[in-house]
């Protein structure tokens, strides 16, 4: 991919190419990408060290699907519902404000009241979008690209390389008036030589959530693989893989709504013998420095870090990059679990092709809602509806025609056309969307966490 600015071609990482950008991005002019015609418009954003350019706000399908900067339809998951109301990127300054529908800090008094005005309301209004805890982790691994997935990244993708990612993700994020990532807690990949550094850097971050004086405390947020947790007399330890001197407490009724909530997906995960559980979860620092946990989600992925939220998606993503296939994992944000969206779109057919999977077969009523969205999108789609077994996946470079696990009434499912090669993005100057392109490894990246 080749970017433009002001009709010449960009090398966003040269001197010439921050010198450029510096002057640009004063002046607020806009960066084309050369992916397609029309160009895309990007934008430039500062970062701590550098100008990087990113895709503008509800642009990503605009790029070619080959474009690092692509990025399938929303509507095809639940970010459409919370793009541009819970989720408000700012062009002009960089940032991306989420608005939380969970608290950053418990006050004095248990229960805040309610503002009164007194007075009736003269509109009817749909109630602001805010996004749930579990919701930030599924916005945290979208925006690192953690849910996009090519055949080279076998084999690279481990802890240190997640945990880099998450931190790149939250940066230039604003919660409740916070930097998130001032508050956001993600394990350094552990090494045991390396522990009173890593534990001393943790330190400086849960000092910043200590409660100053008799005002409000402080909430974190931690993101963490969750290894199991140890009951105490007045509660339960959580522990978390990286974290090994680190615990996490809850009291009595956290541990055991958490039992309640997400015991059947850890079974689920200690029945398939592999894969990981991901935590979020806010927390404050009790007095004594240890930290307290308060609201908790969760969400399995496979042991390549794709999210997965029943077990014949997870047969299919399976499939797919066990045929080496390039594909863009889809999350379900704030929708409700029997809300229909794509598992995956694929990403290495001519243009994008929407994977649909029915979790149940037999319940008709979500079928039918699946049915309707595959054949009413904006993409082609491939789609596993019945109990016989999937049908082949298009083949790479193939053109948009549907593909359908049960063959419609009257005719086939489309012409298969010859395989062509796996096509990848190459990478550019957008950090957010290259993260993944050409897998970033830190020295010493060779040991898997």
């Given at each position: 991919?080749?970017l ?33 015609s ?12 550098k ?43 960089g940032?991306?404000?989420?608005k ?15 503002e ?10 749909a ?20 849910g ?10 481990f ?7 998450l931190?790149?993700a939250?940066?230039?994020k604003?919660?409740k ?23 001393a ?14 005002g ?9 693989e969750y ?9 339960a330890r959580f ?17 055991r ?5 997400f ?6 995960l200690?029945?398939?013998?592999s ?11 009790a007095?004594?420095g ?30 797919l990059?066990?045929q080496s ?42 079928l ?6 595959s ?16 049908r082949?996946?298009?083949h790479?470079?193939?053109s ?13 499912t489309?012409?298969?056309?010859r395989?062509?090669p796996?096509v ?10 290259t993260?993944?392109d ?9 040991d898997?966490?």
């Amino acid at each position: 991919m080749t970017l433009f600015l002001n009709g010449s071609p960009l090398v966003v990482d040269s001197e010439a190419g921050q010198r450029a950008l510096t002057v640009a991005h004063s002046a607020g002019t806009r960066v084309q990408c050369g992916c397609r015609s029309p160009s895309p418009e990007m934008y430039i954003a500062a970062t701590a060290d550098k100008f990087i350019v990113k895709r503008m706000p509800g642009t990503g399908s605009d790029h070619a699907i080959d474009c690092p900067s692509f990025l399938p339809s929303e509507e095809l998951s639940g970010l459409a519902q919370v793009q541009a109301s819970a989720i408000t990127e700012d062009p002009d300054d960089g940032t991306t404000t989420l608005k939380l529908g969970f608290p950053l800090r418990k006050n004095s008094n248990s229960r805040t009241a309610p503002e009164q005005s007194g007075a009736k309301p003269t509109e009817a209004k749909a109630a602001p979008r805010k996004l749930t805890i579990t919701s930030v982790l599924h916005f945290l691994w979208h925006e690192a690209d953690l849910g996009k997935w090519y055949p080279r990244m076998e084999g690279k993708r481990f802890w240190r390389v997640i945990h880099h990612a998450l931190r790149r993700a939250a940066a230039d994020k604003i919660v409740k008036g916070l930097d998130l990532s001032g508050i956001l807690y993600v394990p350094e990949y552990f090494k045991p030589e390396n522990k009173g550094e890593i534990a001393a850097r943790r330190n400086r971050l849960f000092a910043d959530l200590r409660p100053a004086g008799r005002g409000a405390t402080p909430f974190g947020l931690v993101v963490a693989e969750y290894k199991g947790k140890e009951t105490t007399p007045h509660g339960a330890r959580f522990i978390f893989k990286h974290a090994p001197d680190c615990a996490f407490f809850a009291d009595e009724d956290l541990s055991r709504k958490f039992d309640k909530v997400f015991g059947e997906q850890l079974l689920l995960l200690e029945a398939m013998g592999s894969g990981h559980a991901i935590l979020i979860a806010s927390f404050s620092i009790a007095k004594a420095g240890y930290p307290v946990l308060h609201e908790i989600g969760m969400m399995l992925v496979t042991d390549n870090w794709i999210p997965f939220e029943s077990l014949r998606e997870l047969e299919v993503l399976k499939a797919l990059t066990e045929q080496s296939r390039a594909f863009q994992k889809q999350m379900r944000f704030n929708l409700r679990l029997n809300a229909p969206i794509a598992s995956a779109v694929l990403l290495d057919t001519t243009d994008p092709i929407a994977v649909f999977v029915a979790d149940n077969p037999d319940d008709a009523g979500a079928l039918a809602l699946l049915t309707k969205a595959s054949a009413e999108g904006r993409y082609a789609s491939w789609c596993w509806f019945d109990d016989g077994p999937m049908r082949p996946f298009p083949h790479r470079g193939a053109s948009s025609s549907n593909h359908h696990s049960r063959p419609p009434e009257g005719g086939a499912t489309g012409q298969s056309v010859r395989p062509s090669p796996v096509v990848e993005p190459r990478a550019s100057g957008d950090e957010r969307d290259t993260i993944w392109d050409s897998p970033i490894l830190p020295k010493g990246a060779s040991d898997h966490g």
